[in-house]
Each structure stands twice: as C-alpha cells, then as structure tokens.
C-alpha cells in the first residue's frame, strides 16, 4: 500500500492552518515547512544505519549514522517551498530539480525542466510536492526519476486526493507516498476538495 497518511494531530492542526484561505503568504510558508519536517520524520523511519566509533565523555562507544546518499527531488513550483525544511534535516544532500506544471485545461502534467545529478544510482531519491491530485505530475516525476536505478524512491505531499492515489498505486506500487491528509475528492477542475486551494500561488503570491 503506497500511501501512508500520517493522521497525525500536529499536522492535522498545521494543516487546518494552510487550508484557511485567510492564512498569510508568510504563515503559508512557515507551516509548509514545519509539515514536512513532520512528514519526513515518519518517511525516514527506515532508513539503514552504520556503526560508528566514537568517545562519550565517558568511554568508547559504537554509535549508530545515517550514511546514506540523498537527493531531494521537489517538483517546481509548489514543492520548492518544502526544500528549505528537508535541507535542514539533509544539509549535505543533492538536489534534482523536475518542472512539471498542469494544463489548466486538461490537468495533464507537461514536463518544462528536468536537472539531476549524474549519478543516481545507490541513492535514496525523496521527491516532495505539496499535493497529489489527479497523480498525473507525481506519477511523471517518479517515471524520470527511475531512470537512474536509485536504491528507493519515496514521495512527501501535504495532501492527497483518492484519484492521486488509486493513480500512484497503479503506476508504481512500489513506491511510498507519504501525505499528512487524504482528502475528500477533485472538484470538475481537478482541485483536491476540500483542499487548500493551489499550492503554488498561496506559496508565492501569484494568486
Ligand atoms: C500542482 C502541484 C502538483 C500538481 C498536482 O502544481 O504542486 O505538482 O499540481 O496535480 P496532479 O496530481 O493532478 O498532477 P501545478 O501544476 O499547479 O504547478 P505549480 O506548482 O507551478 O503551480
Ligand atoms: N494543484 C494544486 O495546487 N492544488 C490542487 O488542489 C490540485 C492541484
């Protein structure tokens, strides 16, 4: 089951926050990023550790590290407002940029920009978005993604709408997606309802 909805009430509580249409730009951007931090920590559960030696002040010890590789995949525009939150718990990981940006009419994703590093392989790609509706521009990122043979991809969205993820669980099953709410439906423009309206103007103004 690819999606994992972490019905948490701190980000349930930060969710209502951003779902207000009254919430400022500033305050928007403030809870996208504490969301994420929330939602990262639950998607890295996982993750495999090292031994370490080390000395507490008190004696030698093993401890146990992350020495995994990283690459932050945000999709333009909207998950680039997630990317300052995930830096900052992987202030040394790479970064794939992937422009993907819907037909108002059709809701279908054009990709418009795609940068990676080189070498994908034996890393673990998180690709972040604020919302997964349709799945179309999701679905699209993992494609490009697989491409470079990662060890894993996984996917952080605030919110997520059925479609997206009958939609992802068709196309790749084998990929987690992390999200903080399922909501209700899509609306006739392809919207999550009850959502927060489009992700990318209320992070940057463009309303
Ligand atoms: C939004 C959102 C996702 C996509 C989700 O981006 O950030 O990328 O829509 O919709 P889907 O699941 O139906 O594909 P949008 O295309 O509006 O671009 P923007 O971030 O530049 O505003
Ligand atoms: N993109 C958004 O920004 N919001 C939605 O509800 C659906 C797609």
């Known amino acids: 089951m690819p999606l994992k909805v972490a ?9 209502t926050i951003i779902r207000d249409k009254d919430t400022s730009v500033k305050k928007f951007r403030e809870i996208v990023e504490e969301i994420t931090l929330l939602l990262t920590y639950e998607a890295t559960r996982d993750l495999p550790l090292s031994d370490a030696l080390i000395e507490t002040p008190l004696c030698p010890m093993t401890g146990r590290v992350v020495k995994e590789r990283f690459v932050i995949t945000p ?20 970064v794939s940029h992937i422009g993907l940006e819907r037909d108002e009419e059709t809701a279908l994703p054009r990709t418009y920009y795609y940068k990676s590093p ?9 690709i972040i978005d604020p919302m997964l509706a349709t799945g179309g521009s999701l679905s699209a ?6 491409r470079g043979q990662p060890s894993t991809i996984k996917c952080i969205c605030l919110l997520a709408a059925p479609e997206g993820r ?3 669980n068709r196309d790749h099953p084998d990929v987690d997606v992390y999200v903080g709410a ?8 392809a919207y ?3 959502g927060l309206g489009d992700a990318g103007d209320r992070m940057y103004g463009t309303l």
Request: proline residues 7%.
């Open 141 to 146: 990122a993992v494609d490009l993604i697989k």
């Open 166 to 168: 009958d939609r992802m």
């Open 75 to 94: 999709i333009l525009r909207a998950g680039l407002g997630m990317l300052h939150g995930m830096m900052s718990i992987f202030p040394v990981a790479k």
């Open 7 to 15: 019905d948490h009430p701190l980000i349930t509580h930060k969710l």
């Open 118 to 126: 080189p070498d994908l392989a034996g890393s673990h790609v998180i």
């Open 192 to 194: 999550i309802v009850p």
């Open 182 to 189: 399922l909501d209700e439906r899509l609306n006739e423009k």
